[in-house]
């Protein structure tokens, strides 16, 4: 019998982590979030923050130490590369497909969440960037992740897009990870923040 007392393990774990473009020299990465933590990750440009959640992803690797996370996971890269020529609709229609389980309904939930039910039937190249990024945020939360990172997820939003994301992550569950530079409003976005330095 499992005990209820049992502290559920963390969403994420760095543990003496090496980055691909760090020198040996460099300070290793330590840091943990707990399952619904929700951090801002502040820092300058060129500081390492998209390489740092690209190897938290898995796209890259870490030279050395250890990463632990959540296996359902969301992502929204800082440059994503998105269907053009595919319907709003039909873009979400293949991820559903291509993901485990019955998510039909949870896709248009997520659509919901970014006002993207008007434009459902619209060519996603036809749309503006700031509602390209919704169809990038709103992917994120398809399959219901445990572990989100979102990669300067302000690009191109306006005052709207901003307060749906807002509140998107204000009702989620999950745990949470933004990278930003200063000053671009992610500020807003969530309570507690840290610094990219911090991490070392």
């Given at each position: ?165 807002r509140k998107v992550i204000a009702s989620s569950s999950a745990t949470i990870l933004i990278f930003s530079p200063p000053q671009t409003g992610c500020e ?13």
């Amino acid at each position: 019998m499992v005990s209820k007392n049992m502290t559920a393990p963390p969403a994420l774990i760095l543990e003496n982590v090496r980055l691909a473009w760090q020198d040996s020299g460099a300070p290793l990465l330590n840091f943990q979030a707990q399952m619904g933590d929700k951090r801002l990750v502040l820092g300058e440009n060129g500081c390492g923050k998209t390489t740092l959640a690209e190897t938290i992803c898995g796209y890259l690797m870490a030279v050395s130490g250890n990463l632990g996370r959540s296996t359902r996971l969301g992502y929204v890269a800082q440059q994503p590369k998105l269907p053009l020529l595919t319907s709003v609709e039909s873009y979400f229609e293949q991820l559903v497909a291509l993901s485990p389980g019955d998510i039909v309904n949870d896709m248009q939930l997520c659509m919901n969440f970014f006002d993207l039910s008007q434009h459902a039937n619209r060519k996603i190249g036809d749309l503006s960037r700031g509602w390209q990024q919704r169809i990038n945020l709103a992917q994120a939360w398809l399959g219901n992740p445990q572990l989100i990172i979102l990669d300067e997820p302000q690009t191109a939003l306006d005052t709207d897009g901003m307060a749906s994301l807002r509140k998107v992550i204000a009702s989620s569950s999950a745990t949470i990870l933004i990278f930003s530079p200063p000053q671009t409003g992610c500020e807003s976005l969530i309570d507690t923040h840290i610094h990219y330095g911090d991490l070392c």
